[in-house]
């Protein structure tokens, strides 16, 4: 299975912004495909876990450093 991987920059963005900038991204995207956001929205942790399971995708992994934080959801 072919997997692609877009990167999502909206560090500096404040909410709703990033999940704003999530929802149109994910959407030109194909079921299986990752999305890597990267934030500095410390809010967008919550935020983004709860609207990628509310709309049946998946958070793989998320990690935080030097006040970024990234995540990576596959589509569903």
Known sequence: ???STTVLDV???ACPMPIIKTKKSIQELNS???LEV???D???VADLSAWAKSGGHEVVDHKEEDGVITFWIRKG
Do not use: C, I, S, Y
Request: proline share 0%; hydrophobic share 35%.
């Open 32 to 34: 299986g495909d990752v």
């Open 11 to 13: 560090k500096g963005m």
């Open 42 to 44: 410390q809010g967008a």
């Open 1 to 3: 299975m072919n997997m």
């Open 38 to 40: 990267q934030t500095t």
